[in-house]
């Protein structure tokens, strides 16, 4: 099974509107991290957002904010204002301590994101 | 400071020769990880360091991949007999790993694109 699933191969938006993107997990690991990560057609991989497990509050950075709900295992991307440089694949992604104490990070398959103008 | 950094940038090989794929990380980073990308598909996890040591060496396609890192900081990735379908992008990242929460942020390189003829 899946540990991290992006059902959203590619998302629509209109330049200035707001956009969700879709993930959900799955780990039995009660500390564990979420990742959003965004990579442009450049291929560099950028770091946006990171939600740990026990933290009460969803995460903001700038435009974009983590909608967490654990009990749902869910950890969506919400951007608002969308931009023309916003198009890009963008990658969700979790950390798990695994037994035997090793961090596997496992990222999703990608969701790409086109911002129309 | 400087981010991750990865060379060679591209390296076109032919079939059954060996390459060396050399990543800088962040200064003082201890973890440092290895994905494989091919085109349009996600980041398949190859090998992780937490320091010099590889606790987690099952996402290693074969035995033709071998990696290792010295001093705690510069690592090699080593493909032997290269075939056909090591062809991708060759992304190094590193991370904190220690200092709470999100430490284990990962901090990607530029990657290395590899062709195999």
């Known amino acids: 099974a899946q540990k991290i699933t992006q059902t959203q191969p590619g998302m629509f938006v209109q330049e200035k509107e707001a956009v969700t993107l879709d993930c959900t997990y799955d780990?039995?690991?009660?500390?564990?991290?979420l990742f959003w990560y965004k990579q442009p057609s450049s291929g560099e991989m950028i770091f946006l957002i990171y939600q740990g497990s026990y933290d009460q509050q969803n995460a903001t950075e700038g435009r974009y904010s983590l909608n967490f709900q654990k009990a749902r295992k869910s950890a969506n991307l919400v951007i608002s204002a969308s931009q023309l440089g916003d198009s890009a694949m963008y990658f969700c992604?979790?950390?798990?301590?695994?037994?035997?104490?090793?961090?596997?990070?496992?990222f999703g398959r990608g969701t790409s994101l086109i911002v129309h103008p | 400071g400087a981010g991750v950094s990865q060379s060679p940038s591209n390296k076109v090989t032919e079939k059954g020769k060996d390459v060396e794929l050399r990543c800088d990380p962040i200064s003082g980073h201890t973890a440092l990880y290895w994905y494989r990308q091919s085109l349009g598909q996600g980041l398949e996890f190859l090998i992780y360091?937490?320091?010099?040591?590889?606790?987690?060496k099952s996402g290693l396609p074969s035995d033709r991949f071998s990696a290792e890192r010295t001093g705690g900081s510069v690592s090699t990735l080593t493909i032997q007999r290269t075939q056909q379908e090591d062809s991708a992008v060759y992304l190094c990242a590193s991370s904190p790993f220690y200092g709470g929460q999100g430490a284990d942020t990962q901090y990607f390189g530029p990657g290395t694109r590899l062709t195999v003829l």
């Open positions: 992604a979790m950390r798990e301590i695994l037994s035997g104490g090793s961090y596997i990070p496992t």
């Open positions: 360091f937490q320091g010099n040591s590889a606790p987690d």
């Open positions: 780990t039995s690991d009660p500390s564990y991290g």
